[in-house]
């Protein structure tokens, strides 16, 4: 589901602020900056931020309309590939276009880890992660690592 496009979500209903508290809270608990609907079992188009600093926030239907020419790199990790990190370079500023969970239109102008954290998080309702802005051979070195350690922790586990 991690690789599929997202649908929109046409319905601002009960069940879909449900689901944007789960999802809040689910973020709370892992400790994270951002969590999208395919992370949780729903490829619809709808993603919440937790940035220190920064009010938490749900992005429904969301467009990134505009980013800066301006970029930098930030060491991103992901909770889709928990214990993983690479530096990774995206636009400093964007102004996004989506809707709150009462179905209210807003844009928004970011920068700093919101800006990084709204990129990640809405390239996940695209099927894109972030070990795809990484070089091949880079990406592979990565996704061996993280197999190596997944293997250790299940074993671990069964010897408990």
Known sequence: MLREECSDIKAFDSALRMLADAMMET????????LAGPQVGVPEK????LVPNDEPRVFINP???ETSIETGPYEEGCLSIP???HEVIRPRRIRIQAFDAD???FTLD???LLARAIQHENDHLHGKLYIDYLPEGEREKLLRLYEK?????RNRKRKV
């Open 63 to 65: 467009e990134i309309i």
């Open 149 to 153: 350690k997944s293997k250790a922790r």
């Open 83 to 85: 214990g993983m990190y």
């Open 27 to 34: 973020l709370r608990e892992a400790d994270g900056v951002g």
């Open 46 to 49: 709808i993603f919440v931020t």
């Open 110 to 112: 970011a920068d700093g």
């Open 103 to 105: 179905g209210k239109a």
